[in-house]
């Protein structure tokens, strides 16, 4: 089992959006049994609240249902339970990187680096500034990368 974990600030616009779109493509891609997919927030704001309905009405539109996901904060533990912890933004990065355990800087990536985004590192923050949709579109993307680099890296 392959394990990965998107995380973002507050749990309720990137991360779980990421963790519907890859999910989605993990199971087109019929490698659900193999590949565990969660996300978290490095903030606790939102614990326990569902994606931001723009965030959700997004998804919906493109045949994704995030409406039962919940936003958790993500622990030091994440980095021993997952094999990729995947940060939205550069400020994320930093903040995983504090409670990151000595030996398990590895496992962490920002999510655009498996994008062929040029010169993109961050994914923006939504919230304020609205962009669910460019926002999903950069997700999609990485999504691909990512599980390409998966299949190459675990042989499935
Ligand atoms: P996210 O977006 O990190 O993509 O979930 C945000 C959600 C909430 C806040 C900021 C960003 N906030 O300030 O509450």
């Keep these: 089992m392959v394990r990965v974990v998107f995380v973002c600030l507050g749990n309720i616009c990137r991360s779980p959006t990421a963790e519907g779109v890859f999910r989605h493509l993990v199971e087109q891609q019929g490698l659900a049994d193999q590949i565990e997919v969660d996300s978290s927030g490095t903030s606790a704001w939102h614990v326990g609240e569902a994606p931001d309905s723009r965030a959700q009405s997004t998804a919906r539109g493109r045949g994704i249902d995030l409406s039962r996901l919940r936003a958790r904060q993500a622990i030091s533990a994440d980095f021993e339970a997952f094999d990729y912890v995947l940060?939205?933004?550069?400020?994320?990065?930093?903040?995983?990187?504090?409670?990151?355990?000595?030996?398990?800087?590895?496992?962490?990536?920002?999510?655009?680096?498996?994008?062929?985004?040029?010169?993109?590192?961050?994914?923006?923050?939504?919230?304020?500034?609205?962009?669910?949709?460019?926002?999903?579109?950069?997700?999609?993307?990485?999504?691909?990368?990512?599980?390409?680099?998966?299949?190459?890296?675990?042989?499935?």
């Design 87 to 156: 940060a939205m933004d550069s400020a994320n990065y930093d903040d995983l990187r504090d409670i990151c355990p000595p030996g398990r800087e590895d496992r962490l990536h920002l999510f655009l680096s498996f994008a062929p985004l040029q010169g993109l590192t961050d994914v923006p923050d939504p919230y304020y500034n609205d962009g669910f949709d460019r926002v999903f579109d950069m997700l999609e993307v990485a999504s691909r990368g990512l599980l390409a680099d998966i299949c190459e890296r675990h042989g499935l």
